[in-house]
């Protein structure tokens, strides 16, 4: 194979592997931005109920406070009813009484469910906090890891940008002035393969004289579509049956 092919190709996948190395590091802010919507999510959940179990409550205190009017009410009523003179008075005295007990009645079944609705966000209360507090576990181990990809894919490209280095100063002027150029007008994928007389990159297909240049790998040659320079990989079966013979 050519030297510069040669090391076209591997310097391709070095700019592949740091394009993909900063591609990840650029998505992690709205990663991690995805992680505190989580946690916000949970806590707008736990709020809300801790806002219907005060709503709760505060019916209750209102009912009992009614209630504790009726009841002063009713034991007035009582009292007076042992003061009456009359058969009329008596009477009307004890519809108030009789209203006023229905009033009792009813304040206490209202008790009874506000009790009953205070024990079941209560236990839905309980359920949410744990929820918070398990989805903050996972998102600080979420978040950890983030931090140590991003360290070792930053410690990738600072190793990848050390071997470019080496390979650039392998690859002649013309060569990398070629690569530099197809990079700009080809968003940084400059060689392709070409196999089964295509080229992977753009899938024209190439003329077949012209594909049997590329597959000889003793030159650059260009895809006459898209510009990249082009290279053949032998089938495996191939290689080996070269090696063995």
Same mark, same amino acid.
């Given at each position: 194979?050519?030297? /510069? ?34 946690? /916000? ?35 007035? !009523? ?9 058969? +009329?008075? *008596? ?12 009033? #009792? ?21 309980? =359920? ?15 978040? +950890? ?23 650039? =100063? ?40 012209? !594909?049997?240049? #590329? ?15 082009? !290279? *053949? ?13």
């Amino acid at each position: 194979m050519h030297p /510069d092919l040669d090391h076209l190709i591997h310097l391709q996948h070095l700019e592949s592997e740091t394009a993909r190395a900063q591609a990840t590091i650029a998505a992690m802010p709205s990663e991690l931005a995805a992680l505190d919507e989580r946690i /916000d999510a949970k806590e707008q959940a736990l709020a809300a109920v801790r806002a219907r179990l005060e709503e709760s409550q505060r019916g209750r205190r209102e009912v009992e406070k009614d209630l504790a009017t009726v009841q002063t009410r009713l034991g007035r !009523y009582k009292d007076q009813l042992m003061a009456v003179k009359t058969n +009329k008075e *008596y009477q009307a005295m004890q519809h108030e009484i009789a209203t006023a007990e229905r009033e #009792v009645r009813a304040m206490e079944d209202r008790i009874l469910e506000r009790m009953e609705e205070m024990e079941t966000l209560g236990a839905e209360l309980k =359920a949410a906090e744990g929820e918070l507090k398990a989805e903050r576990t996972d998102v600080a181990a979420e978040k +950890k890891k983030l931090d140590e990809d991003r360290a070792s894919l930053e410690a990738e490209m600072v190793e990848a940008g050390a071997r470019r280095a080496a390979l650039v =100063a392998k690859i002649s002027p013309g060569a990398l002035a070629l690569f530099e150029h197809v990079a700009r007008g080809r968003q940084g994928v400059v060689v392709a393969e070409a196999r089964d007389g295509h080229c992977t990159e753009c899938h024209v297909r190439l003329r077949p004289q012209h !594909y049997n240049e #590329v597959r000889r790998n003793d030159s650059l040659i260009q895809c006459e579509s898209c510009l990249r320079i082009l !290279y *053949y990989a032998p089938p495996a079966d191939a290689g080996q049956a070269q090696a063995e013979a």
